[in-house]
């Protein structure tokens, strides 16, 4: 085989991709951009954080609704039942992306600022592209702003959101925690 022939594999299972010349023949490789990477499907050969597997993935903004995130990473069922960010060993955009992936619940806390966090964004476009049960809930301040948030992520293209019922998380004090959580848990597949 020429050298050439010889260096495309390597080079596709260095992770780079043909850009198509004249008549459909391989020009040349370029590496991928962080969009590409980014969305791209986690490697099989490593798990980044044991077990690979989850029951739940959070997805929030940290600034916004870090708190309601770790009550809810607890009452869940903690690790290994549920994928949140500040408590992974691997924190890595592949580690976010093996996070969506590998759980079967995407449950998407909703503050004003969602969709104008491109993490946030990228983990709910994985979601959508995998088919998971995406289960929407919202801080209490962030209640007013259900509809012009629901508008923005249509806009956004993600037209399935807002067609269910978003919980709101009340969260301060016991009881509500415990029916929020039964709530979220009915909606879980």
């Not at 459909?24 to 969009?35: F, L, N, T």
């Not at 009340?170 to 929020?180: I, Q, R, S």
């Amino acid at each position: 085989a020429p050298p050439a022939a010889a260096a495309a594999p390597a080079a596709q299972q260095a992770g780079y991709s043909p850009q198509q010349g004249q008549q459909g023949q391989p020009q040349r490789y370029q590496q991928p951009g962080p969009y590409q990477q980014a969305v791209a499907a986690p490697s099989a050969a490593r798990i980044r954080n044991p077990p690979g597997k989850w029951k739940s993935f959070l997805s929030h903004v940290q600034g916004e609704a870090g708190k309601e995130a770790q009550i809810l990473f607890y009452e869940l069922g903690g690790a290994p039942a549920c994928w949140l960010d500040v408590k992974m060993g691997d924190k890595s955009v592949d580690a976010m992306m093996e996070g969506v992936t590998g759980s079967s619940n995407f449950l998407l806390i909703l503050t004003p600022g969602y969709f104008d966090r491109a993490f946030c964004v990228k983990e709910l476009q994985r979601a959508e592209r995998g088919r998971k049960n995406i289960v929407i809930c919202h801080t209490p301040s962030t209640k007013p702003m259900l509809s012009t948030l629901f508008q923005q992520a249509h806009r956004m293209g993600f037209s399935g959101i807002g067609k269910e019922e978003s919980v709101e998380l009340v969260l301060n004090d016991p009881e509500f925690t415990a029916l929020v959580t039964a709530k979220l848990k009915r909606k879980f597949k």
